[in-house]
């Protein structure tokens, strides 16, 4: 018999499986912490906006607190490493043990040189790879200054305006010829050679089933429950092979199909996924989290329709330029759009909309959010923008601390009301 779940049982076991449902540890944050958790997502999305904090960092605030940022750069940057990035649902850190299986099945091929003169793209890969040989790791521009090919004859403002050097690396990158080190202080790449950074022989694996099982079963426990296009998109393998594996799954014992209420599409659980008794949790999610990357998921499990409207022209926004949802117990509860202002060691909160049910004590749980991410960031005073249905309500439960008024900017209006509040962050 199929295995029958409420839609509250299903959101408990999604959210066990992302490391969501319980409260925070309540001590440091170790790198074994830190570890564990990256172990059970398999894979972080990397995305350059700053606006806030790095978006693979966030993830890892979400489910433990206040952690050191360096525990990440060393997983990633030191052997032996427990992290390194590769394409995956997009760039992304992976676990090392995925890189053989996802080189088969991530082809990108609108990134690099596959387009470029063969003659071309030959000759600069053999002298970078033989400058990588023989040298540190080193940035696209490092490269390009020392090999002196900064431009393609005949290229009119191709993709994102790389030079030649720089979409080559792409290419071997892509290739799994060549991998990144570290990165800067700037975001930027360092590339070195992949037997350098990934542990044994990097070739690809040859058994294509095998190799979508493994990547399936890891998208599985990710994610606890879900479909085969949930499954497929945790790491942006074809839907067809994904909907094959999932049926050797199911016949190996790996998975089962259930039923949710109120889900049309079938569904499965891996069979190692609990429901717990309840949820405990309380995040902000990155918009690149992995708990909101199947966005009609998210709105089956949670009722919560979600865009990013990084790329939306500013007079057509809903909701802001950097919107985080919140999570409180098993429940989407808010939005809001956040901005580090570094300069002045401020965190702004830029609107703050609350979702229709949500729970009397949202405003005071999404205050005592802000403030723990505050402390994170290092910033010490929280800005209230009166935006949103929300906003008072922050407003006031982030005036029950200490705290001065100050006067905010209407973006919406162009008017200054006086209802935004600063609260020092102990």
């Keep these: 018999m199929t295995t029958s779940l409420s839609l509250s049982q299903a959101r408990r076991m999604a959210l066990a499986a992302q490391g969501l449902a319980k409260a925070r540890p309540t001590g440091p944050v170790t790198r074994r912490a830190v570890g564990r958790t990256f172990a059970q997502l398999h894979l972080v999305q990397i995305d350059s906006v700053n606006v806030l904090a790095r978006s693979h960092y966030l993830p890892f605030f979400s489910r433990l607190g206040s952690y050191d940022p360096a ?39 609108w990134v690099g040189a596959h387009r470029m003169d063969p003659a071309i793209r030959g000759d600069m890969e053999a002298r970078i790879m033989a400058l990588l040989a023989a040298s540190r790791p080193m940035t696209a521009a490092e490269l390009t200054a020392t090999l002196g090919h900064d431009e393609e004859p005949g290229r009119d403002n191709w993709g ?39 542990p044994g022989e990097p070739a690809a694996s040859t058994d294509l089933e095998e190799s979508m099982d493994r990547l399936i079963e890891a998208a599985a426990q990710a994610h606890g429950i879900g479909t085969v296009r949930c499954f497929a998109d945790y790491f942006r393998t074809p839907v067809k092979a994904g909907a094959a594996s999932v049926q050797r799954l199911v016949e190996a014992g790996r998975l ?4 949710v209420q109120g889900w049309a599409r079938d569904t499965y659980r891996h069979v190692e996924a609990r429901v717990p008794r309840k949820a405990e949790g309380r995040a902000l999610l990155s918009p690149f989290d992995s708990l909101v990357f199947e966005r009609r998921r998210l709105e089956e499990l949670f009722g919560f329709h979600y865009r990013i409207e990084i790329y939306t022209p500013a007079a057509k926004r809903r909701f802001g330029y950097y919107v985080l949802p919140f999570l409180l117990r098993e429940e989407m509860v808010a939005r809001v759009d956040l901005k580090a202002d570094r300069a002045t060691g401020r965190l702004l909160v830029r609107s703050a909309f609350g979702e229709p049910g949500a729970p009397a004590d949202t405003a005071v749980e999404l205050s005592a959010e802000l403030n723990l991410m505050a402390e994170w960031l290092g910033l010490q005073d929280i800005v209230v923008d009166p935006v949103g249905d929300l906003a008072a309500g922050l407003a006031d439960a982030v005036s029950a601390r200490p705290s001065r008024l100050v006067a905010a900017d209407n973006p919406l209006t162009g008017k200054t009301d006086n209802v935004a509040l600063v609260s020092p962050v102990d």
Excluded at 169 to 178: K, S, T
Excluded at 183 to 189: D, L, P, Y
Excluded at 256 to 259: D, L, P, R
Aim: hydrophobic content about 40%.
């Design 256 to 259: 089962e199909k259930v039923s």
């Design 71 to 109: 525990i990440l750069q060393a997983m990633a940057g030191r052997p032996p490493r427990k992290m390194m990035e590769y394409w995956a649902h997009e760039a992304s850190f992976i676990r090392p043990e995925h890189f053989r299986d996802l080189l088969l099945w991530q082809k990108r091929a």
């Design 160 to 198: 994102w305006n790389w030079n030649v050097v720089k979409r080559v690396l792409e290419h071997l990158f892509e290739e799994g010829r060549i991998s990144a080190a570290s990165r800067t202080t700037q975001f930027e790449r360092r590339y070195t050679l992949t037997s350098r950074v990934y």
